[in-house]
């Protein structure tokens, strides 16, 4: 059975940066495709960042050029690295493999201007 444990959020100001952490267990990051989603409030939950098992990364418009996903195989964890915060990117952050229907609890990141 998968399950997924996301930590690293917090409260930040716009500009500043945090690394999300997705531990996985009950499937390998390394041969799966792993992607980071977000839900803010009122919003439908959207895939943000993904990477697939031969490391290749697709972002969505709203993030590109500011996140990073990457994983470490040894530690079987998904990370995001976030950086040039803005208010925008207020949401809670989840990680899932795309064979897997599990969703972790999440962690919230908040971006205050």
């Known amino acids: 059975q998968v399950q997924l444990v996301e930590s690293g959020g917090g409260s930040v100001q716009a500009g500043g940066s945090l690394r999300l952490s997705c531990v996985v267990s009950?499937?390998?990051?390394?041969?799966?495709?792993v992607a980071w989603y977000r839900q803010a409030p009122g919003m439908q939950r959207e895939m943000i960042a993904l990477?697939?098992?031969?490391?290749?990364?697709n972002y969505a418009p709203s993030v590109k050029g500011r996140f990073t996903i990457s994983r470490d195989n040894a530690k079987n964890t998904v990370y995001l690295q976030m950086n040039n915060l803005q208010s925008e990117d207020t949401a809670v952050y989840y990680c899932?493999?795309?064979?897997?229907?599990?969703w972790g609890r999440g962690t919230q990141v908040t971006v205050s201007s």
């Open positions: 899932k493999p795309f064979n897997s229907g599990t």
């Open positions: 990477l697939t098992a031969a490391l290749i990364t």
């Open positions: 009950g499937t390998l990051v390394r041969i799966n495709t």
